[in-house]
């Protein structure tokens, strides 16, 4: 009967390694999917911001290769030579003492305004919930970059 219960203790000590093996093979995945879901939210938020300032004049996104379809190439498009052409827009300035939330656009300030409401933490889910918006996963991470750019300049405790 010994030898049944030690064969037992190496079998269930085999699998428990496995399963840290695994479990540590999870988080580096989920570090991988973090990584890789904030890089799509900022080129989303950079295409929006891009579409904006031309007016919707950019060519439509080519499908993935390998979706059935070949992929055209896009043409470049010529530069425009214009006395007034923007560089870069800043929608969230940094933090400076006295500064209100009405500084800031308006999906921003929603946000400030719900997370200030509610007084505690809150996840991106909730807050998209309170704001009347879908949860879904493109507007969660869209809102998750505009949370962590509130924090990156130190406007996420501003009062409202």
Do not use: C, F, N
Not at 43 to 67: K, Q, S, Y
Request: hydrophobic share 40%; charged share 30%.
């Amino acid at each position: 009967m010994g030898s049944l219960l030690d064969e037992l203790a190496r079998r269930e000590a085999g699998v428990r390694q496995r399963i840290e093996e695994i479990r540590e093979q999870i988080a580096g995945l989920e570090s991988r999917l973090e990584a890789e879901e904030d890089r799509l939210s900022r080129l989303l938020i950079t295409r929006e911001t891009v579409e904006e300032i031309l007016g919707g004049a950019v060519p439509p996104v080519p499908a993935p290769a390998g979706e059935g379809r070949p992929v055209e190439p896009v043409e470049p498009v010529e530069p425009v030579d214009a006395p007034s052409l923007v560089r870069g827009v800043v929608t969230v300035p940094p933090w400076r003492p006295g500064m209100s939330a009405q500084v800031l656009p308006q999906a921003y300030r929603d946000a400030v305004e719900i997370m200030a409401d509610a007084g505690g933490a809150m996840r991106a889910g909730q807050i998209l919930a309170a704001m009347g918006v879908a949860d879904e996963a493109a507007k969660r991470e869209g809102l998750r970059a505009k949370l962590k750019r509130l924090v990156e300049r130190g406007l996420s405790l501003i009062h409202t």
